[in-house]
T-cell receptor, first 113, second 113 residues
Framework: GESVGLHLPTLSVQEGDNSIINCAYS??????FIWYKQESGKGPQFIID?????DKRQGQRVTVLLNKTVKHLSLQIAATQPGDSAVYFC????????????FGTGTRLLVSP | DVKVTQSSRYLVKRTGEKVFLECVQD?????MFWYRQDPGLGLRLIYF???????EKGDIPEGYSVSREKKERFSLILESASTNQTSMYLC????????????FGNGTRLTVT
């Protein structure tokens, strides 16, 4: 399969554990944030988003937390499954008047059965 | 569900060839984007288009051009392929407006020899 990133930070967890993936964003004026999942050989898949007027948003088994004070975003995955193994990366909208997303380089999540 | 389709999953071209990468989306999205993805560098924006026949340079437009003759189709053109254009190319689209997620295709892995 394709390698999205050869030297990505890697988080290894056991099936059933909760996973937390972190992202530091760059621009204090960014007003919109997205988490993507990318499996080998596929394009990025939208997971969850959050606007800057919120600090937490929950989806199915996933929660995104936003800390604007320290410009930090996290993705929490509950009861991690082998199918969650992928590269996860965050994106911020740097709000130039036209939506322009800036992407992080990603974290590889490895889930062992 | 939004579907963004890239016509080729894998391409192998020779240095100096003209290369066309095609992308079609089926959700009537105004905005379309071309990114390249390289290990350790994340996604970098090449060109984008916010309407038919409109195009804007992204962060790394050199060596590329684009065409948007119809709303659903956005083509990336390498006028004279070079080995440093070997990469994963990702097309994406989103609906008009602010703060909505990009939807990606599955990518075209281009190798220039």
């Amino acid at each position: 399969g394709e390698s999205v990133g050869l030297h990505l930070p890697t988080l290894s967890v056991q099936e059933g554990d909760n996973s937390i993936i972190n992202c530091a964003y760059s621009n204090s004026a960014s007003d919109y944030f997205i988490w993507y999942k990318q499996e080998s050989g596929k394009g990025p898949q939208f997971i969850i988003d959050i606007r800057s007027n919120m600090d937490k948003r929950q989806g199915q088994r996933v929660t995104v937390l936003l800390n604007k004070t320290v410009k930090h975003l996290s993705l929490q995955i509950a009861a991690t499954q082998p199918g969650d193994s992928a590269v996860y990366f965050c994106a911020e909208n740097i709000n130039t008047g036209f939506q322009k997303l800036v992407f992080g380089t990603g974290t590889r999540l490895l889930v062992s059965p | 569900d939004v579907k963004v389709t890239q016509s080729s999953r894998y391409l192998v071209k020779r240095t100096g060839e003209k290369v066309f990468l095609e992308c079609v989306q089926d959700m009537d999205h105004e905005n379309m984007f071309w990114y390249r993805q390289d290990p350790g560098l994340g996604l970098r924006l090449i060109y984008f288009s916010y309407d038919v026949k409109m195009k804007e340079k992204g962060d790394i437009p050199e060596g590329y051009s684009v065409s948007r003759e119809k709303k659903e189709r956005f083509s990336l053109i390498l006028e004279s392929a070079s080995t440093n254009q070997t990469s994963m190319y990702l097309c994406a689209s989103f609906l008009q407006g602010h703060n909505s997620p990009l939807h990606f295709g599955n990518g075209t892995r281009l190798t220039v020899t």
